[in-house]
């Protein structure tokens, strides 16, 4: 098991662009959740999802959007792209069915906007 | 509001010196909490959670709700050690929960 795995590692993107970022969670998990984590911070919670639905939500703009699949793999979309949200982007998964409250992130996709 | 504040980004101490990485925290009810670790090149991972009451690589953390702490302790650091430290909760549980965390404190242990 590779554990939570996330892709693109790395994305440059310029102002106004919209970007998509992936996630598949560690085998036998099935609720994903998303991380901002800016530079010297620690992660800020975006959303998290669970059976193809999005039950809790962060502080952070309708500019940030979600999907689950059937899966459980999950994608993180953000539209008109700010200098702002440059970051590293983390996944975390974690079962409804076993220890709700442990969660494995993934390495993280790095988003540098210009 | 629900807030984790780690007062010290950076804490240096020799091998052999005891360490303590503070943690405050703000919630309202009773507050699940834990301490990941990211050490060099690695993810984010899981230490230990308040709610097991365990030690993890001689690391230990006591709930103070008196004093809404959560400290994560070791008696002897060691250069392994050498690690970022983020404290962290968790805010709800039924319907999903989200994960609040501190800013991290950058643990250097000196040989």
């Known amino acids: 098991d590779a554990g939570v795995t996330q892709s693109p590692t790395h994305l440059i993107k310029t102002r106004g662009q919209q970007v998509t970022l992936r996630c598949s969670p560690k085998?036998?998990?099935?609720?994903v959740s998303w991380y901002q984590q800016a530079l010297g911070q620690g992660p800020q919670f975006i959303f998290q999802?669970?059976?193809?639905?999005?039950?809790q939500r962060g502080n952070f703009p309708d500019r940030f959007s979600g999907h689950q699949f059937p899966n459980y793999s999950s994608e993180l979309n953000v539209n008109a792209l700010l200098l702002g949200d440059s970051a590293l982007y983390l996944c975390?998964?974690?079962?409804?069915?076993?220890?709700?409250?442990?969660?494995?992130f993934g390495p993280g996709t790095r988003l540098t906007v210009l | 509001a629900q807030r984790v504040t780690q007062p010290e980004k950076l804490l240096s101490v020799f091998k052999g010196a005891p360490v303590e990485l503070k943690c405050n925290y703000s919630?309202?009810?009773?507050?699940?909490l834990f301490w990941y670790v990211q050490y060099s090149r690695q993810r984010l991972q899981l230490l230990l959670r308040?709610?097991s009451r365990e030690s993890i690589k001689g690391f230990t953390a006591d709930l103070n709700k008196g004093e809404t702490s959560f400290h994560l302790k070791k008696p002897f650091a060691q250069e392994e050690d050498s690690a970022m430290y983020y404290c962290?909760?968790?805010?709800?549980?039924?319907?999903?929960?989200?994960?609040?965390f501190g800013a991290g404190t950058r643990l250097f242990v000196k040989a």
């Open positions: 975390a998964s974690s079962s409804e069915q076993g220890a709700v409250d442990e969660q494995f």
């Open positions: 085998s036998g998990h099935d609720t």
């Open positions: 999802y669970y059976e193809e639905e999005e039950r």
């Open positions: 919630y309202s009810g009773s507050p699940e």
């Open positions: 308040h709610i």
């Open positions: 962290a909760l968790n805010d709800g549980y039924t319907g999903g929960f989200k994960t609040i």
